[in-house]
């Protein structure tokens, strides 16, 4: 009896351990490059706390709320103690964001933020045309160690962050974005996001961009 007592315990610490290692490698900054990247700076808000993206001008992102979150492995998360993780797909009204840029490197700013809870991280949205919503996939946003995967196999969209003031980060993705739906994350954990749009120059009957609020 003492030595299957034993064995239990060790499967649950075994689980545990794998667990933290997890949770660890999730808060860990998102990166595609060994090297640091090279500080860089620009003209942001002086005087206003929020996030802001740079267009034509800096524009406030307000916060979004997920209207509704599911979870997908929820089964097996539940009988493996967590050693498989369980992904949250989050789903946010509307195919387009109240905030949109042309395609290109915009600038963002977490401007006047004492703190983050977790590392920023830029990622894909998918639109959903039947639901008229925008989708936050989970399991697309894998970090492994402190090097994000390849960008082209998940949503997490290789950027490179600065912090000129100890009140202040800005995040600017490496490659253009193309026309799509883009949100910030303060932590690849929170589905509270600062949604943007990417779309062409209105006049564009293919593309045209969404109504402004």
């Given at each position: 009896?003492?030595?299957?007592?034993?064995?239990?315990?060790?499967?649950?610490?075994?689980?545990?351990?794998?667990?933290?290692?997890?949770?660890a490698s999730q808060d860990k900054t998102a990166t595609s490059n060994d090297a640091a990247p090279q500080p860089f700076t620009a003209n942001y808000p002086p005087d206003r706390p929020g996030v802001f993206i740079q267009g034509?001008?800096?524009t406030s992102i307000p916060a979004t709320m997920p209207a509704k979150s599911r979870v997908k492995h929820g089964v097996a998360a539940a009988f493996s103690y967590g050693a498989v993780?369980?992904?949250l797909v989050s789903e946010y009204d509307g195919l387009h964001a109240q905030v949109w840029?042309?395609?290109?490197?915009p600038i963002i700013?977490?401007?006047?933020?004492?703190?983050?809870?977790?590392a920023p991280v830029l990622v894909r949205l998918h639109p959903n045309q039947k639901k008229n919503l925008r989708e936050l996939d989970g399991g697309r946003m894998p970090v492994i160690g402190a090097k994000m995967a390849d960008a082209t196999k998940n949503d997490l969209i290789a950027a490179?962050?600065?912090q000129p003031e100890d009140t202040v980060w800005l995040i600017r993705p490496q490659q253009d974005l193309p026309?799509?739906?883009?949100?910030?994350l303060l932590g690849t954990r929170n589905v509270n996001l600062?949604?943007?749009?990417?779309?062409?120059?209105?006049?564009?009957?293919?593309?045209?961009?969404?109504?402004k609020h």
């Open positions: 009896m003492t030595s299957f007592t034993c064995k239990i315990g060790t499967v649950v610490v075994v689980a545990i351990l794998i667990t933290a290692a997890y949770t034509k001008d800096w993780p369980a992904d840029v042309e395609p290109g490197r700013c977490i401007c006047r933020l004492f703190a983050l809870p977790g490179d962050i600065s026309v799509g739906e883009y949100a910030l600062f949604a943007f749009t990417v779309a062409v120059a209105s006049g564009d009957p293919g593309n045209p961009p969404p109504a």
